[in-house]
């Protein structure tokens, strides 16, 4: 029986997380959107920010809180959203209107604030996004949520996070101290938004800006070419197993930044593990999409995985970009 999502009511525009911080979206969130306009969009969802979920020394890790305001029979499965922006800026707020429509549905979510590495080099983020996910657990009672069903979803330097949270689950080195100590960081599924994959290839590639390599160092706390070993733990390539929760890959396929190969790469080792993998091509898109179509996809895979609708079956088709997209995409490349 064929089955019918309801369209997602914010936000069917382009997303952009960039790889190397360029925030149009968060900029965008900071001057137009607050919390009170977020109730004027969707008055059944409420909005709670800066919640404490652990700390790094005496500076407090936090996140924001959208859930439904009606409170739920069950308890209610979880999405955590994991800002991008080359893992040196971007926030939290950047998560909101991504995480609304789904809040609307029933799910719990946050979006969770990191250390970037101008503050702390990796492993940091990690360590602070795995204790959001053990914070959720440690909460479940709480607040209501179903501690085996938590998936993670993230954009570009955050699809990156959301994978290694993925697939290095319970891993007592990758842990950290960051908080809620002897609860799992495991999650059900994982959504990756044009997340690098295996850093060392994204390092030693040519026609990548040099951008990246500074990136790639500040990441590492110094010269990645002096701690390739660094790259090597910290790439989602690096961990895959059979074991791994199922992954939905979603990449421009003209994306000069993080390229498309780093999406193929990843699911090609992914299917010889024998882990459920979807990759979806964004034809002709950048570093960044948007569009019906898209989180569409988005939510189907997470009903599928997180409210064990079974039946929901995940196009792995490819999508086009609108035609908005496609000439903004062009004018950029004139410009540039």
């Given amino acids: ?7 997602p009511s914010v936000p069917n525009r382009l997303v952009h997380h960039g790889f190397l911080g360029a925030m149009g979206m968060t900029f965008w969130l900071a001057g137009v959107l607050s919390e009170g306009c977020f109730a004027q969009i969707n008055p059944h969802v409420a909005i709670q920010r800066d919640v404490a979920y652990g700390a790094a020394g005496n500076r407090p890790l936090l996140l924001d809180i959208v859930r439904p305001k009606q409170e739920a029979k069950d308890p209610m499965p979880v999405v955590v959203f994991i800002h991008g922006g080359g893992w040196s800026g971007g926030n939290k707020q950047a998560g909101l209107p991504l995480l609304v429509p789904l809040a609307e549905k029933g799910y719990f979510c946050v979006s969770v604030g990191y250390r970037l590495t101008g503050e702390s080099p990796w492993p940091a983020q990690l360590h602070d996004c795995k204790a959001a996910i053990r914070w959720l657990r440690a909460n479940a009672p709480k607040y209501h949520l179903n501690p085996d069903k938590i998936g993670v979803w993230g954009a570009s330097a955050g699809g990156h996070l959301a994978l290694m949270v ?4 319970d891993q007592a080195d990758l842990e950290g101290q960051s908080g809620s100590p002897g609860h799992s960081s495991r999650v059900a599924c994982v959504v990756n938004w044009f997340g690098p994959t295996e850093l060392l290839t994204a390092w030693k590639d040519p026609t990548l800006s040099p951008m990246v390599k ?14 390739q070993e660094v790259l090597q733990a910290a790439s989602p ?6 074991d791994d929760p199922p992954v939905l890959t979603m990449h421009g396929t003209k994306d000069p930044i993080v390229p498309f190969s780093q ?7 992914m299917k010889k593990a024998g882990a459920v993998s979807y990759l979806v091509p964004v034809e002709n898109a950048g570093h960044g999409f948007g569009g019906p179509e898209i989180f569409q996809r988005v939510h189907a895979f997470l009903d599928k995985y997180l409210r064990d609708q079974q039946t929901v079956e995940i196009s792995r088709e490819p999508i086009r970009v609108p035609a908005k997209q496609e000439k903004k995409t062009l004018e950029k490349k004139k410009a540039a």
């Avoid at 390539?237 to 059979?242: Q, W």
């Fill in 237 to 242: 390539l690096t961990y895959v197993s059979k």
């Fill in 166 to 169: 993925g697939l290095t689950s």
């Fill in 263 to 269: 999406a193929t790469m990843f699911n090609e080792a």
């Fill in 1 to 7: 029986m064929k089955r019918v999502f309801s369209k």
């Fill in 214 to 227: 500074n990136v790639l160092d500040q990441l590492v706390g110094g010269s990645a070419e002096q701690k």
